[in-house]
């Protein structure tokens, strides 16, 4: 069955970095476009980036562009997303997902704290 199962959360100071996993199984991942999407405490659902299968393509959120960048290694059916100059306002729970316009599988998420 299809998981996607993200890592690499936990606290950074404002301007630091953090660079978080999503390890994928049970699919063919390399044929998928894949997502980061976050949920701030309190709030809704906030797109963050997304890359595409056939030429990676990338697209950001104006939140997060020029400080975070997707990538993916087809090889290891993991995506990433390098995190820098992190903001306090960046703090939420971080979930990947799999697909284009529509979202239809997502992981457990990992926790993103931004405080001094």
């Known amino acids: 069955q299809v998981q996607l199962v993200e890592s690499g959360g936990g606290l950074a100071q404002p301007g630091g970095s953090l660079r978080l996993s999503c390890a994928t199984s049970?699919?063919?991942?390399?044929?998928?476009?894949m997502n980061w999407v976050r949920q701030a405490p309190g709030k809704g659902l906030e797109w963050v980036s997304s890359?595409?299968?056939?030429?990676?393509?990338?697209a950001y959120a104006d939140s997060v562009k020029g400080r975070f960048t997707i990538s993916r290694d087809n090889a290891k059916n993991t995506l990433y997303l390098q995190m820098n100059s992190l903001k306090p306002e960046d703090t939420a729970l971080y979930y990947c997902?799999?697909?284009?316009?529509?979202?239809?599988?997502w992981g457990q998420g990992t926790q993103v704290t931004v405080s001094s």
């Open positions: 890359i595409y299968s056939k030429n990676s393509d990338t």
């Open positions: 997902a799999r697909g284009m316009y529509t979202f239809g599988y």
């Open positions: 049970g699919f063919t991942f390399s044929t998928h476009a």
